[in-house]
Nanobody, 121 residues
Framework: VQLQASGGGLVQAGGSLRLSCAASVGTFTSYALGWFRQAPGKEREFVAAIDWTGRKTYSANSVKGQFTISRDNAENTMYLQMNSLKSEDAAVYYC???????????????WGQGTLVTVSS
């Protein structure tokens, strides 16, 4: 599956953004999907993941209650709704696909190119 992330941009602290991850080439419902992020000078970290049905999700403790992952299988698209953004949320956000829902980056074999989220204070 090929993935393309979009929706990043500059937002003020406390604001919201919705990231999208569009999939092509392959059967979208064969994959669990996830979001990871990498801030400058830091390692890539898990953000959220969703199974192929959309009914099971995982979220990092740092974003629980703040970010919501979802998917629309009819549109071959996954979303990450990010609210109450803070400076520490600034990063390049990557979407990825895996054969099963997971929090480990090593389980995800297909990755999108990343979209930059910048949070101004």
């Amino acid at each position: 599956v090929q993935l393309q992330a979009s929706g990043g941009g500059l937002v003020q602290a406390g604001g919201s953004l919705r990231l999208s991850c569009a999939a092509s080439v392959g059967t979208f419902t064969s994959y669990a999907l996830g979001w990871f992020r990498q801030a400058p000078g830091k390692e890539r970290e898990f953000v959220a993941a969703i199974d192929w049905t959309g009914r099971k999700t995982y979220s990092a403790n740092s974003v629980k209650g703040q970010f919501t992952i979802s998917r629309d299988n009819a549109e071959n698209t996954m979303y990450l709704q990010m609210n109450s953004l803070k400076s520490e949320d600034a990063a390049v956000y990557y979407c990825a696909a895996a054969p099963f829902i997971s929090e480990s980056a090593t389980d995800f074999g297909s990755w999108g190119q990343g979209t930059l989220v910048t949070v101004s204070s």
